[in-house]
Structures are given as structure tokens and as C-alpha cells.
């Protein structure tokens, strides 16, 4: 049974009103007087389906949602708005998460189409108790990634590439261009489920440590709106606790440990042990050649390369873990602030395969796979087709081109 107007109205007021836009604000992202906005939503004036969709996009709803049977009065970005207070006045945040929730819904839209079910693939989540101090956060970050390793059979081993293991848990993964001051966001909705947006902007290094960062609140922080990682929120406990989890994860202690042990390092310069044969003890005291156990540039160089992560993450590990003191933590820092870090991984090819992991857009590559299948099966036309491309970057000439060249469309 097809809605009254004013039933669409009083549904676009409440979406409005969700994400915390005035009419003055709404009139100006969809290009109409607040007084137009005014009268649509008190069911004075009908609203074109052009109208409609722009509405839908910046409230971050799917246009269906506004002439379904039952409408969901909270979505996930009314709910981030509720957390986000000041979320409204940061333009280029909101279009970004408006773009983001806009793929994620034509991408489950796609998959719908083509009969795929993705309610099979389940995301973990662990429950903990909202943590006491910075040290409980760094704990209890350090024990789930432990956690979660386990229950993906990893081991000690580089964790390889983190889109895959998003992928394996039914998470959906993009890079959008965001401020600079944001890592990545996650955002949950019941219809697009768990999607985390990385910003495209920065390093390929930086991405993947914000993946493994969001990757903790998709496991730990399931009860929330969402999540923004902002940098001037990391000592938040729950930013302090995510980037625990990312080190821990990126970098486990027994893998850092092994891994400097195997370029014969890490042990002390002097060890003792006492051997009891039931009546008497012989002691044996082994001591190192000065020097040889100091951790160089070359081997931050090597173990950074080996789990995939920036030298200075690295550096920062081998700290942590009392693998350097602070005198060797400051050495090597001020080595790797000179350029001497970025010549020394050249010189040892130690940044290749690290740099290529989790650079591409999964999201995008899948995104675009999924449209050609609906074209060619007719279930988009060609039309929608290019606006789905033109959504992940690509030009219409591109497009015609690539179809033309693999005998999808006529040159």
C-alpha cells in the first residue's frame, strides 16, 4: 500500500532530525529553499524521486527506506549523530560517511541481485567491562588480539594481508578520502552490516595499521553507534585499547621475540643456569661478545618488513617489549628521523612487499566485479551500471572503453 505524503513527510522530518540537520541545512545539501523542505515534510508538497534520492543520500538512508511498509526510525548514521554531536558541522566527515553508507548499500543491493547470502560469514565479538584506566585498556587490547589469533590459526606468523581476514569475517572493507585527522571509521547498520572505511589519503603502511585498529572495535565495541579514530582522541581508553589490540595483533610479543632471536639477538649478555643432578649443582655461565646482542637499524629494518608494519611501530614494539632500553629506543629513532631507515630498507629490499599489502581497495575491485555480473545478467542497465562506477572513481569514458575492449558493450 503506497505511503501518504504525509507519512513520506513526517519520515524525511525524522530522518533529518536523526542526524541532527536543521531544514536550512538539508535545503542547501539537496539544493531546495528551506521552505520547500518545510512544506515536504509536513505533506504540503510532493517530492520528486531526483529529490528524494539526494534527500536520502544525505541523511545516509536508501531511497526504499522512505516508501517501504515500515520505516526504521534510527539508522546507523542517526545513531552516530547522537554520539557525534557536532557531526553536522564537519562537511567533509559527513560526506565521507554519506559516501561510505551510499556503497555499502548498493553493494548488499548488488549482492541481493545475484542471490549471494552473506548472513553465513559471522563476526567474533568479545564482551569486556568498560576498563578502568589506560594500563586496564592496553590489557585487555593486548589479551583479545592474543585471542583472536588464536581463533584464526595464526600462530605467531605475520598476520598477511588484513583485507582478507576482514573479508573471511563477513566485514566490509573501503578507502575513502577522509580529514586528515581521521584513521578510519566503522560503521554498523542492519542493513548494510559491519563496513570500516580507511582513509584512502594516507600511507599504504599507516592503512593497514588502521585496518588492525578498527578491526578491535568491530570485535570489541559491537554496542556502540559506530566509531570514529580521530588522532586527537587517541588517549581515549577506547582508542588506547584499539591501538594495543593493532600492535599486539600486527605484532605479537612471542613472534618479535622469535624473530630477533633468529638474527641472533635478544638474549642477554650474560646467562647463568645451574644443573642439579640429584646430589650436587654444576653452574654454567655463558657470556655474549659486547655488543652483539645490540638491536641496529638494519634489524628494525628486517623485522618491520617481516610483520608488514612502519619502522617506527616497529621501534616502538621492540620497546615496549624491553627488547631496547630507552638510549637504544632514542639512537635508532633519531637514525630513522635522519632518512637513514627509508636507505637502509631500500638497500636490504625491505619495503616492497610491505608497502603492497592492503593497498588496493578490495571493496572497489569486488564492488565493480559484482556490477558487471548484474549488467550482464540484466538484473542494472547500462545506465546503473556507470553511476555504480562513477561511485568507486571511474570516468565514463574509462568504463565504455574497458567493456568495449573485453566485448561487454560495442565500441
Not at 512544506?39 to 526504499?64: F, H, M, W
Not at 558541522?89 to 548488499?108: K, P
Not at 576482514?166 to 566503522?186: H, Y
Not at 581497495?361 to 550482464?376: H, K, S, V, Y
Amino acid at each position: 500500500m503506497p505511503i501518504t505524503r504525509e507519512e513520506l513527510g513526517r519520515r524525511i522530518r525524522s530522518a533529518r532530525d536523526g542526524c541532527g540537520l536543521t531544514q536550512e541545512q538539508l535545503g542547501e545539501a539537496v539544493e531546495l529553499p528551506r521552505l520547500a523542505i518545510s512544506q515536504i515534510e509536513t505533506g504540503n508538497r510532493s517530492v520528486s524521486s531526483i529529490e528524494l534520492d539526494r534527500i536520502a543520500y544525505t541523511v545516509g538512508r536508501d531511497i526504499k527506506s522512505f516508501l517501504s511498509e515500515a520505516f526504521v526510525e534510527q539508522d546507523a548514521l542517526a545513531a552516530l549523530f547522537r554520539s557525534e554531536t557536532q557531526l553536522a558541522e564537519q562537511a567533509e566527515l559527513l560526506h565521507a560517511l554519506q559516501e561510505s553508507l551510499a556503497l555499502g548499500r548498493e553493494m548488499t543491493n548488488l549482492e541481493r541481485l545475484l542471490g549471494i547470502d552473506r548472513a553465513q560469514l559471522r563476526t567474533a565479538t568479545y564482551e569486556l567491562p568498560m576498563a578502568k584506566s589506560r594500563w586496564d585498556a592496553i590489557q585487555q587490547g593486548q589479551r583479545v588480539a592474543l585471542d583472536d589469533r588464536q581463533r584464526l590459526g595464526m600462530g605467531v606468523a605475520p598476520v598477511g594481508d588484513l583485507v582478507e581476514v576482514f573479508e573471511s569475517q563477513g566485514v566490509r572493507t573501503g578507502m575513502v578520502s577522509l580529514p586528515d585527522n581521521i584513521s578510519g571509521l566503522t560503521l554498523w547498520d542492519n542493513k548494510i552490516g559491519i563496513f570500516v572505511v580507511i582513509n584512502r589519503d594516507h600511507s599504504a603502511l599507516r592503512r593497514r595499521f588502521s585496518l588492525a585498529h578498527e578491526y578491535a572495535h568491530v570485535l570489541i565495541d559491537r554496542d556502540r553507534s559506530g566509531a570514529i579514530s580521530r588522532a586527537e582522541n587517541r588517549s581515549d581508553l577506547l582508542e588506547v585499547r584499539a591501538n594495543a589490540f593493532a600492535a599486539e595483533f600486527m605484532m605479537p610479543a612471542e613472534g618479535v621475540a622469535l624473530f630477533v632471536q633468529s638474527l641472533g639477538k635478544g638474549g642477554a649478555s650474560r646467562a647463568q643456569m645451574a644443573v642439579f643432578d640429584e646430589t650436587d649443582v654444576v653452574q654454567v655461565e655463558q657470556r655474549s661478545a659486547p655488543g652483539s646482542q645490540d638491536i641496529q637499524l638494519y634489524d628494525v629494518a628486517l623485522l618491520a618488513h617481516h610483520f608488514g608494519v612502519s619502522r617506527i611501530s616497529a621501534l616502538y614494539r621492540l620497546k615496549n617489549l624491553r627488547l631496547i632500553d630507552e638510549r637504544e629506543f632514542q639512537h635508532l629513532k633519531s637514525q630513522e628521523d635522519s632518512g637513514a631507515g627509508k636507505a637502509m630498507a631500500d638497500f636490504l629490499a625491505a619495503d616492497v612487499s610491505a608497502n603492497a599489502r592492503d593497498s588496493r581497495d578490495e571493496f572497489r575491485r569486488r564492488f565493480l566485479g559484482l556490477a558487471l555480473e548484474a549488467n550482464r545478467r540484466e538484473e542494472i542497465t547500462q545506465g546503473k551500471f556507470n553511476e555504480l562506477a562513477a561511485m568507486v572513481g571511474m570516468q565514463r569514458q574509462e568504463v565504455r572503453r574497458v567493456l568495449a575492449s573485453a566485448g561487454l558493450v560495442q565500441a
